[in-house]
């Protein structure tokens, strides 16, 4: 390959740039199964190969009902979200009624509230429900969100009204418009709001440490954050790192599987075609 | 098989009334075409039957049943819109299969309409495509299979061949004919091509601003206009129009032109008053370049500034009064423009109209 000095100056830039990304994940992989003694002289190379962390991580914390908890948590908040969040994208989108720009304008006026600002009213709201330490505290204030509507809504707003008009005359009802007409036509934005929604909830560790205290019902991330720093690995750097990767593993999977998807549908939300 | 009534129908959107109350009876297996400019509300009207567009005061019935609040499923009405609308993610055929799916009917009853209906519409080979797959005429005849293979009391059309090619359109017109004929259903049929309405309808209504101008069979609105709207729209290029006044003498009435050149007799049906400005219309094709076959002729003459070859025959354009006109013509008449030429009218071909009302005087 013939590079001219602009375009390898180009490359040296972005080759260094994804390796800064990079290299923290690999150096985590590879001290979660470098012996204990090691970790500190590791720089590149493998410094020997133990399974070690990981058993101790097991016997430890109960990670396994952790992970469960997790997917339940995030599958159940990314399915509400998915159906609710484009049952609002849809009337936001594709009917007329008053108010309704009123209303789009106050839900995208959320986005921009920080979490922190309704963390306590929110929990005030958890503790009246009697909700604290059940899961439910977790998936039902996630079962909609206003970045999915936003998202959904745009992409109903590129679908012609008279395709929802063939449906209605070939006997649709709205539901049946929304999820067996038009999602199909939509799928790179479901996907986008599946990984994202999926991965906020999975890697969400403030909302779960406010209102989750019960060991049995904490999700990996308040588990393995817990765990960490809260002296139970016993400052050893292995174990801690183990469930580093254990809780990153996952997301990294999906991302390696649907990154094609990602990309093209944040290429495409917002431009009409 | 029904008709179809409106009984004062109206819609507004918001303060602004986009159709003016409207009375009329479509009648069971009749083709009647909506055609106006863009704007006019023809397209609204459609929707309104289909129960797409709610209507603000009025009734719309089917077959004596008044469909209001009828959601669009339970109307028995299919529609064919202007972009195909078919629904990208699935076959021609599962397209067509789709309403009567919905409707529970069982597989062997829907492969069965499915396939006659593909049969009518020779489109057998396309059934296992997707519609990104097909061109424009394929999408529409799809389309137009979706709705029959529902059988429908009411068959909508909103301006189906607007996206073709001039070619493809006018073998789809003929095709939409035979199929009217073949099927005897109510069609009702949107369009703004005057083509498209004189050849396919029944019966045409002709819409301007929401309000309906005439509604008549195509040759009685090309014979004899209501208005100088539907004189002007329906005909092509436009009828030419005259300004003058009414000059009554005696128990005789006459138009006479502005400069008072042009004098001819006409019947005045509506009582106006000696004075009253009138404009008088002339189609391009009833001004001739020889007088033989005309009984009582007005001669005069222009100079052609500009002319359009069509093949056979043409039109001369030229001005009088700082207006354009135009004449048809044989292309052999045709020759280099600008030229000096002598047109004779024929004076039972000439319409006139009360120039404040618009409406029709002789």
Redesign the interface.
């Known amino acids: 390959m013939n590079l001219g000095p602009k375009k390898f100056l180009l490359y040296a830039i972005l080759i260094i740039a994804s390796l800064t990304f990079l290299y923290p994940f690999y150096w985590m992989i590879l001290a979660s199964v470098t012996p204990e003694e090691n970790i500190g002289k590791l720089v590149f190379s493998p410094q020997g190969l133990t399974l070690s962390h990981y058993k101790d991580m097991i016997v430890k914390i109960p990670i396994w009902s952790a992970l469960f908890n997790s997917v339940l948590v995030a599958s159940l908040s990314t399915f509400g979200v998915l159906v609710f969040g484009s049952m609002t994208g849809y009337a936001l989108a594709k009917m007329r009624f008053k108010g309704r720009n009123l209303l789009f304008f106050a839900i995208i006026f959320t986005m921009t509230l920080p979490f922190q600002i309704t963390l306590i009213p929110n929990y005030i709201l958890m503790v009246n429900f009697k909700w604290v330490d059940t899961l439910t505290a977790l998936i039902v204030p996630a079962l909609n969100s206003a970045f999915a509507i936003l998202l959904f809504r745009q992409a109903f707003m590129t679908i012609?009204d008279?395709?929802i008009?063939?449906?209605?005359?070939?006997?649709?009802g709205e539901l049946?418009i929304i999820f067996q007409?038009l999602w199909?036509?939509i799928i790179p934005s479901i996907i986008t709001v599946a990984i994202l929604t999926f991965m906020t909830s999975w890697n969400d560790v403030l909302w779960p440490l406010i209102v989750i205290r019960e060991e049995g019902l904490m999700t990996m991330p308040q588990l393995v954050t817990l765990f960490a720093v809260g002296g139970r690995a016993e400052a050893q750097l292995g174990v801690k790192l183990a469930s580093a990767v254990l809780l990153a593993l996952p997301i990294i999977i999906a991302f390696i599987f649907l990154q094609k998807y990602f990309i093209q549908s944040m290429a495409s939300s917002g431009i009409k075609t | 098989m029904a008709k179809v009534v409106f009984e004062e129908v109206a819609k507004k959107f918001g303060k602004v009334e986009v159709i003016k109350p409207v009375n009329l009876e479509i009648k069971d297996k009749e083709f009647l075409v909506l055609v106006g400019p863009s704007g006019c509300g023809k397209s609204t009207m459609l929707?309104m039957i289909?129960?797409?567009e709610e209507i603000t005061s009025g009734l719309i019935k089917i077959d004596d049943k008044i469909v209001n609040d009828l959601?669009?499923?339970d109307r028995d009405?299919?529609?064919v819109?202007?972009?195909y609308?078919?629904?990208?993610?699935m076959t021609a055929y599962e397209n067509m299969a789709?309403?009567l799916k919905?409707?529970k009917m069982s597989k062997s009853v829907i492969h069965q309409k499915v396939s006659e209906a593909a049969r009518i519409l020779e489109i057998e080979d396309l059934l296992d495509r997707k519609p990104k797959a097909m061109s424009g005429g394929q999408r529409q005849r799809i389309a137009i299979g979706?709705a029959i293979v529902?059988d429908p009391k009411v068959f909508l059309f909103d301006e189906p061949l607007s996206n073709l090619d001039a070619q493809l359109r006018g073998q789809m017109r003929l095709e939409i004919a035979s199929l009217h004929k073949r099927l005897k259903t109510t069609i009702v049929y949107v369009t703004h091509d005057q083509v498209e309405a004189m050849t396919l309808g029944d019966r045409i209504v002709v819409l301007n601003k929401g309000i309906v101008q005439q509604v008549d069979t195509p040759q009685q609105l090309y014979k004899h206009p209501a208005n100088i709207f539907v004189a002007g729209f329906i005909g092509s290029p436009k009828m030419n129009f005259l300004e003058g006044i009414l000059v009554v003498e005696k128990e005789h009435c006459f138009f006479q032109d502005l400069d008072g050149v042009v004098r001819v007799p006409i019947e005045n049906k509506t009582g106006l008053v000696n004075g009253h400005k009138i404009t008088c219309g002339v189609r391009p094709e009833h001004i001739f370049s020889d007088p033989s076959k005309i009984k009582t002729t007005i001669k005069f003459s222009a100079k052609v500034t500009w002319v359009e070859l069509l093949g056979h025959d043409g039109f001369a354009f030229f001005e009088i009064g700082g207006k354009q006109h135009s004449v048809r013509l044989y292309a052999e008449e045709l020759s280099n423009p600008p030229f000096e030429k002598a047109f004779f009218l024929d004076i039972e071909k000439l319409h006139f109209f009360d120039s404040e009302s618009g409406m029709a005087v002789d």
């Open positions: 012609p008279d395709l008009h063939a449906a209605k005359v070939d006997g649709c049946r007409v199909p036509n | 929707r289909a129960g797409l959601p669009p499923k009405i299919a529609i819109f202007q972009n609308a078919l629904y990208p993610h789709f309403g919905i409707r979706r529902r």
